[in-house]
């Protein structure tokens, strides 16, 4: 794994964390068996559609809430949860919930934003698996405009970790282009800590 040490966070990337020919598969798979949505949330006071589908899997019981959206974890695809078990035992880190996104095309995107919600604890480590077509991958400091802006090309089959204050410090962004481009799935494994329980 390459670590990139960054001013307040921290990224390490394995370009070939699954092989090409299998992470088609795996693509290819996932693309037809998982339940894709298309959630809206508000923005400005607007209801507006993700410009992406995606899906929300986990431990019973569990679910996440971002931009006034509430996901109920499904159970795990035993494919993702095969993954999973492959990813904690890298990473030496557990994970209980995974955020699927599908971006159909270059037109369907990630805006800014860093994954810092209360749930996710303080300096989460996300691990951040893509399969199908390499889609540019952007971080940008919060607060310090002099910090160099950082890009990668997330390929197929490549897994990215993000930790140590990095989510706290830095957004991320996955732009749109006019460029024709394939469908990408991208799978981020997370810790959660709020339950139905908890929330009672
Ligand atoms: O698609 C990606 O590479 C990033 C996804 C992401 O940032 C997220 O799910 O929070
Ligand atoms: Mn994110």
Known sequence: MSKTRLPQGELHFESAFIAPDAAQRLYQSLLKELHWQQPEIRMFGRAVSIPRLQCFQGEPGIHYRYSGLSLQAEPWH???????????????????TVLINYYRNGQDSMGWHSDDEPELGRNPVIASLSLGQPRRFLLRHRYDKNIARQEHLLNSGSLLIMSGQLQHYWHHSVPKTSRQLEGRINLTFRQTFTTDTQME
């Open 78 to 96: 035993p494919l993702i949860a095969a993954i999973k078990g492959r990813i904690e035992t890298l990473s030496q880190q557990p994970f209980n």
